[in-house]
């Protein structure tokens, strides 16, 4: 999706995951009222790969594909554009009909000699063919129609899709580190519960453990609760029922080395033409200052003022997605130098531990320290990943006008 010294990676105006999951259920709630289609497969994608878009896992590279070929509000469209066009080809054909009617007209006409009906019958048939002709020509425009109708949604809906599988993924991160609370803190609540049974532990020290094992505990029940609300909206996006045994693929690795690929005054120079709140203003009459129902010079000029506006709003914004690519990118070196120390420290500690010099509960302790250095990184690396995102659309036709 990059483009040397011009484009770059995708991106979302989205910035918390409760905005974005009311969007998603806007959205959702307007397809619930539409009748699921069935997808078809593409006469130019082989069985392969139209096989891999329908198993139970939805990959990341799938999203776009996934959208276009089986989000219920894009067959919708189609289907309309489809049903539209039906009436065309039936124009088609009652005027090829009436050609072939008067064609025949025409010849009877000349063997009984009447050749004024054969001439008006002539020319009825060449008004027929014609007619024939220019529907012809209107039906070989049905693909356009359908590009033109469904663009603007298929990039929304894959830039809203990437935002749920980035939160999902996210969240997992979060789960496993969790889940290795959980563990580790039961075993160390276990170890105190054992030693204060011999009085090696006040009571404190005991009710502090435990408590530590129902924090991480809860914490992950509400975690896997907007696991679930979130998958349930990615899947209905990309036109599976909500509740289908579906697995959601993880999120490459960034690629920072990408960064290097981008044209910034570029990007910025083509982004108002690619914005779609700016397109709707600049497509949109202008305001009538006078209210007399005639446009003039001045309200031209002021909704080229406002386009102008929104575009350097649209520039700001675009100033502060970039700074946040490096910004990310330092967080994320970050991360990772913290998370090879980590792996040091625990290579370390467990050599010690088999040799006998680390007790159990210094050793959990280490463990527990590893995993949260290791989520963090993990984490880092999708917050990568969603300013790359929010860049990318931010150029591409959903960047927000800063206020």
């Known amino acids: 999706m990059l483009r040397r010294k011009r484009h770059w990676w995708p991106g979302s105006a989205y910035r918390k995951t409760a905005c974005l999951l009311g969007t998603v259920f806007s959205l959702l709630i307007c397809q619930c009222q539409w009748v699921v289609l069935g997808a078809e497969k593409p006469e130019e994608m082989d069985e392969e790969h139209w096989a891999k878009l329908e198993d139970n896992v939805l990959e990341y590279h799938e999203l776009e594909e996934r959208i276009t070929y089986f989000n219920p509000t894009i067959l919708q469209i189609i289907k309309s554009v489809n049903e539209g066009y039906d009436t065309v ?24 000699g009447d050749m004024m009906s054969a001439y008006m019958y002539q020319m009825n048939r060449k008004i027929a063919l014609k007619m024939s002709s220019d529907f012809i020509q209107s039906g070989k425009k049905k693909e356009t129609t359908i590009e033109r109708s469904t663009r603007q949604y298929r990039k929304q809906f894959t830039s809203i899709c990437q935002q749920l599988m980035l939160a ?3 969240m997992a991160v979060n789960k496993g580190t969790l889940e290795k609370q959980v563990e ?9 519960g ?16 435990n408590a530590q094992v129902y924090s991480a505990k809860t914490s992950l029940a509400s975690l896997e609760d907007q696991m679930a609300s979130i998958k349930s909206s990615l899947l209905l996006m990309t036109g599976w029922d909500y509740d289908s045994e579906i697995t959601i693929g993880t999120i490459p690795k960034a690629d920072i080395s990408q960064l290097d690929s981008i044209d910034f005054e570029a990007d910025k120079a083509i982004a108002p033409k690619n914005n779609y709140t700016i397109i709707g203003m600049r497509n949109a009459a202008p305001n009538d200052a006078d209210g007399d129902g005639r446009y003039q010079n001045k309200d031209y ?11 350097q709003q649209l520039s ?11 910004e990310k990118k330092a967080s994320l070196q970050a991360a990772q130098t913290a998370f090879e120390a980590a792996q040091i420290k625990w290579d370390g500690a467990n050599r ?52």
């Open 352 to 403: 010690k531990y088999q040799l006998g010099m680390l007790g159990n509960a210094e050793y959990l302790g280490e463990e527990i320290a590893y995993y949260a250095a290791k989520g963090a990184w993990e984490s880092a690396d999708l917050d990568m990943t969603q300013a790359m995102l929010n860049y990318y659309w931010g150029v591409n036709g959903f960047g927000e006008l800063a206020e």
């Open 89 to 112: 080809w039936d124009s088609i054909v009652n005027y090829q009909e009436a050609a072939n009617d008067f064609e025949q007209l025409y010849e009877d006409a000349v063997e009984e």
């Open 184 to 192: 580790l803190y039961s075993a160390l609540a276990a170890m105190s």
């Open 168 to 170: 999902y993924n996210k």
């Open 194 to 209: 054992t030693q204060g049974a011999i009085g090696m532990n006040i009571q404190t020290d005991i009710l502090s453990a």
């Open 301 to 311: 000029a002021a909704r080229e003022r406002g386009v102008d506006q929104a575009s």
């Open 316 to 326: 700001i914004t675009l100033d502060s997605l970039y700074l946040t690519l490096f």
